[in-house]
């Protein structure tokens, strides 16, 4: 038995599960829609392998860790806009579920998004949203790690931290060089890419943001490219895909 024909078995027999087809270079990729995590399903996978004398199975994943605010988590503040109608997009629609469909089976796209985050900031008015105190904790929570995405900045733009573009960049280049001294990295080492998040947009009313903050936050993609250069990280400007 393939390791392809071990899959479609496995996902027929398995309730929750369904299969879809890439490219024929990428191979086969699993959709968990049941109670299990991603993981839950590979080591389950990874038994019935086993049981099923499947030889030549390699499934070292590549892992992907994507922390940010409510943009990760998949916060939607009109449930009008979303499939399910609630206040979360769900898993056909948040770009972390559909960064993990478009790459397949070999990786592991893992969601650490949290509503309110900021870079460096400690927010009054919200519980633990400061990711550099815990960043320590999430990377090793789920090392080993092959790339960290790292999409933070908007919420650094409350009036309320009296903030500008250039501070926050260095707040996200403390996280840079925090994470890089973590032993969470795979074999290749750490690998970084930083994202610029899609600006504030002008005329909409938020209670914590102000017309500084919309600037800031255009002005943000700037500066995280220039950083990036400088820590050779990699980088992506959201605003404008």
Not at 21 to 37: A, F
Not at 149 to 175: E, P, W, Y
Not at 207 to 216: A, L, M
Request: hydrophobic share 35%; net charge negative; charged share 25%.
């Amino acid at each position: 038995m393939t390791i392809a024909e071990a899959i479609r078995e496995y996902v027929n027999e398995t309730e929750g599960l369904e299969l879809y087809e890439q490219e024929p270079e990428k191979g086969l990729g699993i959709l968990v829609k049941g109670d299990n995590s991603y993981m839950e399903t590979i080591m389950n996978l990874t038994k019935y392998f086993d049981d099923h004398n499947v030889d030549d199975v390699n499934l070292e994943l590549e892992g992907i860790l994507c922390i940010g605010d409510s943009n990760t988590h998949g916060l939607c503040t009109d449930p009008s806009e979303s499939a399910d109608h609630g206040s979360r997009y769900n898993e056909e629609e948040r770009w972390t579920c559909l960064l993990q469909k478009a790459l397949g089976a070999e990786y592991l796209v893992i969601e650490e998004g949290l509503s309110g985050r900021t870079c460096v900031y400690d927010d009054p008015d919200m519980d633990s949203v400061n990711l550099l105190p815990v960043l320590h904790v999430l990377l090793n929570s789920h090392e080993p790690l092959d790339l960290l995405i790292l999409m933070l900045g908007t919420n650094d733009s409350k009036v309320k931290f009296n903030t500008d573009a250039r501070k926050i960049a260095k707040g996200m280049h403390i996280l840079l060089e925090e994470a890089k001294s973590v032993p969470c990295w795979g074999k290749k080492g750490p690998k970084i890419l930083i994202v610029a998040p899609v600006p504030i947009e002008e005329g909409v009313i938020y209670p914590d943001f102000n017309e500084k903050s919309v600037e800031t936050t255009r002005a943000l993609a700037r500066e995280y490219a220039f950083l990036a250069v400088a820590e050779r990280a990699d980088f992506l400007d959201a605003g404008g895909c």
